[in-house]
Structure formats: C-alpha cells, structure tokens
C-alpha cells in the first residue's frame, strides 16, 4: 500500500527557505504513471496548490508561487521535495505531498498525512 | 491564473440531497475532481474526471460538470457526510487549482 510521509523542519524564520521532503513507500518516484505533488492549507483555511513533479524532473506550478518554489525528486532514495525561498508568516500552513495520476482529469488519491510549517519572524 | 468559487457553507437535513456546486469560467472544458476533508485529516478524493468515483467511495456521492458550473451531489446525507469539500480543476494541465471549500453542515 502506498504511503507519503512528509518531514522537515516545523518552524522557519522569516525570510528563509523552507525545506520538506516526501519520502514515498510502497510505490516508486520512477514510475511512468504519476506525477509527485504539494498541497498546502494554512490554519483554517483552504487547499492551495503549490506545484508538482514527474519522474523526469519535469515540474509544473502554482503561477503565484513560481517565482519562490523548487520542487525536485531524487529516485535514488524514492523522494521529492520542496523549497519556499524568502517566506512570509503568509506561508504558515500544513503541506501536504500527494501523488495524482498522468491520465487527464485524475484527482490526488493519496496524500501524505501532511506536516505544520510556522513561519516566524 | 483560473479561479474555482464556491459558496463557503451549505446546509442539508439528514436523508436529503446535498448539492454543493463550483464555478468557474468555462468550467466544462476542463476535468474537476472533489475532495471531502474532515478536521485534522488528509483529503480525500471523492470525485475525478468530472463524474468518476475512487474505489471505495460510496455511491451516493456523483459529479457532474456543465457550462460554468461544476457539482457534487449527495444523495441520502448522513451526519457522518458533515466536512469541508474542495473542488479542484486543471488548468492548462497538469496545473491545478482548488476551489475554496465549502462547509457541509448537516442538521
């Protein structure tokens, strides 16, 4: 069964880079059929998308956001990641790493059970 | 960029049909999916393609999608139904974006 598992650092200062890491289990970053993605909610409110990734290293973002973000896989260790450079407390928020098919129109079905990021000044 | 809206709270009675709709411009020439999230947990994928369900998902749960306006139907509420849900749709593909959620009360 595949399972997602987010890690990094709960509290960033102002104006730093945050840093997450997706370790995948049960499945592999290498396959053809999947991008690799992330997902972020801040405190009570809604999901915003932030970006995703195929196993190629094609990546593909949140316009508003693609100026700040990086995100990279590494099959080596059946990993992606993500960085936020130059945070605000705006970027507060629990990220979610998550994987949707390469067929048109398909949804994430599996997310990871997501980490909290604080950013502080 | 493409923006989802939809209504930040609907209300339904045990038993009857929840209708939770997603505008978007043109909303039909793009796949959405829905996502129900309950407090402290992960979404989960309900609807994709517009109108298919996950292995797992009940039936009473359906979508549909047509001119600007995207829509989950749930037939028979129960209280265990009572979540935020998330329209999300492709942009210019594999580009995502979501709606702002919308709270399921049911009463």
């Known amino acids: 069964q595949l399972q997602l598992q987010e890690s990094g650092p709960g509290l960033v200062r102002s104006s730093e880079t945050l840093s997450l ?7 592999s970053v290498s396959s053809s ?4 993605g992330w ?3 801040p405190p009570g409110k809604g999901l915003e998308w932030i970006g995703t990734i195929y196993y190629s290293g ?4 949140n316009p508003s956001l693609r100026s700040r973000v990086i995100i990279s896989i590494d099959t080596s260790k059946n990993q992606f990641s993500l960085k936020l450079t130059s945070v605000t407390a705006a970027d507060t928020a629990v990220y979610y790493c998550a994987r949707h098919e390469t067929s ?3 949804g994430h079905y599996s997310w990871g059970q997501g980490t909290l990021v604080t950013v502080s000044s | 960029s493409y923006d989802l809206t939809q209504p930040p709270s609907v209300s339904v009675s045990p038993g009857q049909t929840a209708s939770i709709p997603c505008f978007g411009d043109e909303l039909e020439s793009k796949y959405v999916c829905w996502y129900q999230q309950k407090p402290g947990q992960s979404p989960v994928l309900l609807i994709y393609q517009d109108t298919k369900r996950p292995s797992g998902i009940p039936e009473r749960f359906s979508g549909s999608n047509s001119g600007n306006t995207a829509t989950l139907t749930i037939r028979g509420t129960q209280a265990v139904d009572e979540a935020d849900y998330y329209c999300q749709a492709w942009d210019s593909a594999p580009v995502g974006v979501f709606g702002g959620g919308t709270k399921l009360t049911v009463l």
């Not at chain 1, 890491?21 to 499945?27: A, K, N, Q």
């Open chain 1, 33 to 36: 059929s999947y991008f690799w």
């Open chain 1, 58 to 61: 094609g990546t593909y973002y």
């Open chain 1, 39 to 41: 997902i972020r909610q």
């Open chain 1, 104 to 106: 048109k129109g398909s």
């Open chain 1, 21 to 27: 890491t997706c370790t995948v289990s049960g499945g």
